[in-house]
T-cell receptor
Framework: DSGVTQTPKHLITATGQRVTLRCSPRSGDLSVYWYQQSLDQGLQFLIQYYNGEERAKGNILERFSAQQFPDLHSELNLSSLELGDSALYFC???????????FGDGTRLSIL | AQTVTQSQPEMSVQEAETVTLSCTYDTSESDYYLFWYKQPPSRQMILVIRQEAYKQQNATENRFSVNFQKAAKSFSLKISDSQLGDAAMYFC??????????FGTGTSLTVIP
């Protein structure tokens, strides 16, 4: 158990819809990272927050947004969903930049 | 941007044998961190080992060890006494002075009984 909690584990929705993925980092970790992993692909970095502030942005689409709340949990919002957004979305947390990331079990998003 | 290259999409090893997975990276930074992550069929991402670039000594975690060659920008993972449970996708990752982690495309390891 990594200590990082992601909900929901599975999400099935239709094109054009909007979903919110939630992540609770390990106790004490201030950094949260979001990744997208499409089928048989590597991890694509989306965005990182540190103690509530955005710190790094990767290949995140404009239809996607995220935030980290004062209690350090984070949400990734995906809107106007397309078939190509079907993927496994991981959240990871770390205590400090440079420390190892610990990953949640992921949210599997399926767009029908 | 930094790049991480895993040139072996697939590898296989006999149970109890040793296998080495390759990883190279491109960076102009001198201070950085390198990681190996394991992703079994359950799709969880599990940290295997971590190396700090300023440390000359290669990191070791039980049956897992790395060969870190800073000048060559190479960071290979050696798995000794391979077990069936080692079968997974292995990802090499780099983190420099920025906040972003860069992952390779992965190597799928099969362990043959």
């Amino acid at each position: 158990d990594s200590g990082v909690t992601q909900t929901p584990k599975h999400l099935i929705t239709a094109t054009g819809q909007r979903v919110t993925l939630r992540c609770s980092p390990r106790s004490g970790d201030l950094s949260v990272y979001w990744y997208q992993q499409s089928l048989d692909q590597g991890l694509q970095f989306l965005i990182q927050y540190y103690n509530g502030e955005e710190r790094a942005k990767g290949n995140i689409l404009e239809r996607f947004s995220a935030q980290q709340f004062p209690d350090l949990h984070s949400e990734l919002n995906l809107s106007s969903l397309e078939l190509g957004d079907s993927a496994l979305y991981f959240c990871a947390s770390s205590a400090l930049p440079g420390k190892a990331q610990h990953f949640g079990d992921g949210t599997r998003l399926s767009i029908l | 941007a930094q790049t991480v290259t895993q040139s072996q999409p697939e590898m296989s090893v006999q149970e109890a044998e040793t296998v080495t997975l390759s990883c190279t990276y491109d960076t102009s930074e001198s201070d950085y961190y390198l990681f190996w992550y394991k992703q079994p069929p359950s799709r969880q991402m599990i940290l295997v080992i971590r190396q700090e670039a300023y440390k000359q000594q290669n990191a070791t975690e039980n049956r897992f060890s790395v060969n870190f060659q800073k000048a060559a920008k190479s960071f290979s993972l050696k798995i000794s006494d391979s077990q069936l449970g080692d079968a997974a996708m292995y990802f090499c990752a780099y983190k420099g002075t920025g906040n972003q982690f860069y992952f390779g495309t992965g190597t799928s390891l099969t362990v043959i009984p």
